[in-house]
């Protein structure tokens, strides 16, 4: 890949700021001032190296043989470019992301729906100060006291009811 000149930032530091909590603003904004000052440095400078009169030098080198050594280690000076081999990898992170958000979506979807039905489940109900107490067994048919199938002892609570608890008192 040849290397190509950067015109300009390809970062959005609008869309970036939006993001950004409040907290890091500053950060941001520093970091945003020395990108920009890389990217002026970078513009100040030309594209191409400059071109040599090598024949200037022939005539006012007085060591024979030295321009000529120069001229050709400079031509065939060549400065790699950096190979490109994360990007690959950054888009495969960012589609299993993506890929991962779009489940957690359609799950809490599900959770919502779940959650709306529940919620119109409760608002259908009386309100309590309006219910008796057998509209509270019809609601709540597995916390409502029932005496004739699950007789339960005073006070009434699950540690008091089972067998052999250490407050229980002998019934007869």
């Not at 007085?62 to 790699?80: H, N, R, S, T």
Request: glycine letters at 2%.
């Amino acid at each position: 890949m040849a290397a190509r000149r950067i015109a300009q930032s390809s970062v959005n530091w609008a869309a970036l700021a939006e993001r950004v909590p409040p907290n890091q603003k500053t950060n941001l904004t520093a970091f945003k001032s020395m990108s920009d000052k890389y990217l002026r440095s970078v513009m100040a400078n030309p594209e191409a190296p400059p071109k040599l009169d090598w024949a200037y030098y022939q005539k006012n080198v007085p060591i024979a043989g030295m321009v000529d050594k120069f001229q050709k280690a400079y031509e065939a000076l060549q400065v790699p470019y950096p190979v490109d081999n994360v990007t690959a990898q950054v888009e495969a992170q960012e589609k299993q992301v993506r890929d991962e958000i779009a489940k957690f979506c359609k799950e809490s979807e599900g959770r919502i729906a779940d959650y709306q039905s529940q919620i119109a489940a409760l608002k259908a109900l009386l309100p309590f100060d309006q219910m008796t107490m057998e509209d509270y067994r019809d609601a709540y048919p597995d916390q409502a006291l029932d005496p004739i199938n699950r007789p339960t002892f005073w006070p009434h609570t699950p540690e008091e009811q089972e067998v052999g608890a250490p407050n229980a008192e002998p019934h007869h």
